[in-house]
């Protein structure tokens, strides 16, 4: 199946870029590993966010607790934890180009203006600030000034983007990452009440966006945080199974789609 246009938000605008540069999926599972024993990688101090323990154990509730307390204090005097910078050096490392104008296909960009709610779309001109723009996750990396406006991760305001895809092109398919909502409540608490209620209303809307998509590929994301970056191989492999599996029903919708009866619908 040949893509002819591709739209990508937060990561999927990395994975996105990467792709509508090279056509090629095998370089950028190994530019990934390569990535991930970078010093470029370790910069980004992902590692430090979710640790591989049980929740339920004494040491890990404890160990919540600490960090619910120390994300509030920040959050009362910082805007983000790791500057833009760094996250542009892990970005510059995975692009092979800097222009969209390099790209082998038409390539869209999303970021979120979250002074307004509006999103913005990119699509010529520096490539590498358009995704990094787009991967810039609120709270967490540095903001991007531009005027009046406060530009943060595309996700924030259309975290599944194939609205603006879908106006054209023939056949739109999305993927679906989001988290499930899994586990109970075991400890209540504002913080933890505030942060359900945002993932609730997050996965509504997301779902409500993927209906628009002609086909939709869910890979089985494991419920990870986004920052687990030691499940690569794993998520990888449920990825490509998730696409093998969808594969016959795939060209199946898109030969259906093309056919005369369906088109005069």
Do not use: C
């Not at 991930?36 to 590692?47: I, P, Q």
């Not at 030691?230 to 093998?244: P, V």
């Amino acid at each position: 199946i040949r893509f002819d246009r591709i739209v990508g938000t937060s990561a999927g605008a990395v994975v996105g870029a990467m792709y509508a540069a090279t056509m090629d999926p095998e370089w950028i599972e190994q530019r990934f590993k390569d990535f991930l024993v970078s010093e470029n990688f370790k910069n980004l101090g992902t590692d430090r966010m979710v640790k591989d323990r049980d929740p339920h154990s004494p040491m890990s509730q404890i160990a919540k607790r600490v960090r619910d307390q120390f994300v509030l204090i920040m959050s009362l005097n910082k805007t983000f934890i790791l500057k833009k910078e760094r996250l542009k050096n892990a970005f510059s490392f995975l692009l092979p180009v800097k222009t969209f104008e390099e790209l082998k296909i038409s390539l869209q960009v999303t970021a979120t203006d979250i002074q307004t709610g509006e999103y913005q779309i990119y699509s010529s001109g520096d490539l590498l600030e358009a995704v990094v723009q787009s991967g810039s996750i609120p709270g967490y990396t540095e903001p991007t000034y531009s005027g009046d406006k406060i530009i943060v991760d595309g996700g924030v305001g259309l975290p599944n983007p194939v609205s603006i895809l879908k106006p054209l092109v023939d056949f739109t398919i999305a993927v679906d990452v989001k988290r499930t909502i899994v586990p109970d409540l075991a400890d209540l608490n504002i913080y933890e009440i505030l942060q359900r209620s945002e993932l609730i209303g997050y996965t509504k809307f997301l779902d409500h966006l993927l209906k628009e998509s002609d086909f939709v590929i869910k890979p089985n994301t494991m419920n990870l945080h986004w920052s687990q970056f030691n499940y690569f191989n794993e998520l990888l492999e449920n990825g490509r199974k998730s696409a093998e599996e969808n594969l016959s029903a795939l060209k199946k919708k898109i030969s259906r789609n093309k056919s005369p009866s369906y088109r005069l619908k």
